[in-house]
């Protein structure tokens, strides 16, 4: 049975909201006011920046699409089509001048004055912001990754890595079979046992296969 991840923030607040719950806290409105914030910045800026952006569409197609794909993201329904292939062909062919340390730190700058201006959108839990920070943290080191460029994850405090619960009993053997090592290791640890005992992935597997 696939991992079922909750779209709805907890709220106990000593819990944090992961990027993916943000849609149960904030709703459409603010997350599109945000966007649209910060796409203004980026049209305020210099020819060298702001024109690749031109050169895909006006202000107001930005705010559409990107608002879009973070509605998606944060669980608030699948109203961006064409998902992380879309995302990028786009960083590949239409925004591939900004993919380097120059534009990867101007963006970075912009969206941290955003959201720092934007605190009031941010329903009054802490929980939130860190989240944001989480979610454009991910994407950025990313396309770090992938463009080659300096990691400027600089947006504030992020969530710890997120530990998907693993429920042996209602997996099948083949979805054990497909979890990794590491996994295996962690969820069998969680479980009392000592994974010392089991070299190798398949001697995991079989003692997962017992529980």
């Given at each position: ?5 909750s ?17 149960s ?6 997350i599109?006011e ?20 031109e050169?895909?569409?006006g ?9 879009s794909m973070?509605?998606d993201v944060m669980g608030?329904?699948p ?12 960083h590949?062919?239409n925004?591939m001048?900004l ?9 970075s ?7 720092d201006a ?8 802490p929980?939130?912001r860190?989240s944001?920070n ?21 947006f504030?405090?992020t ?7 693993i429920n ?5 053997e083949?979805?054990?079979?497909a979890?990794s090592?590491?996994?295996l290791?962690a ?11 089991y ?13």
């Open positions: 049975m696939a991992d079922i991840l779209l709805t923030a907890p709220s106990d607040t000593s819990k944090p909201i992961q990027f993916w719950q943000l849609y806290v904030l709703g459409q409105d603010p599109v945000i966007v649209q914030r910060f796409y203004q910045r980026v049209f305020e800026q210099d020819d060298w920046f702001k024109s690749v952006f050169r895909v569409g202000i107001n197609h930005h705010i559409n699409t990107q608002a973070w509605i608030g329904g109203y961006y089509h064409g998902a992380e292939f879309r995302l990028n062909f786009h590949t062919h925004a001048a993919m380097n340390d120059k534009g990867a730190g101007l963006w700058r912009l969206m941290l004055e955003t959201l934007s605190s009031h959108l941010m329903a009054d839990d929980r939130v860190t944001i989480t979610f454009l943290s991910f994407f950025m080191g990313k396309y770090a990754e992938d463009f080659q460029f300096e990691n400027r994850s600089f504030g405090e969530n710890s890595a997120y530990k998907r619960k042996f009993m209602k997996m099948t083949q979805a054990i079979a979890l090592e590491d996994e290791s969820a069998l640890t969680d479980r009392g046992v000592d994974v010392s005992q070299e190798g992935k398949v001697a995991k597997v079989n003692k997962a296969l017992m529980m």
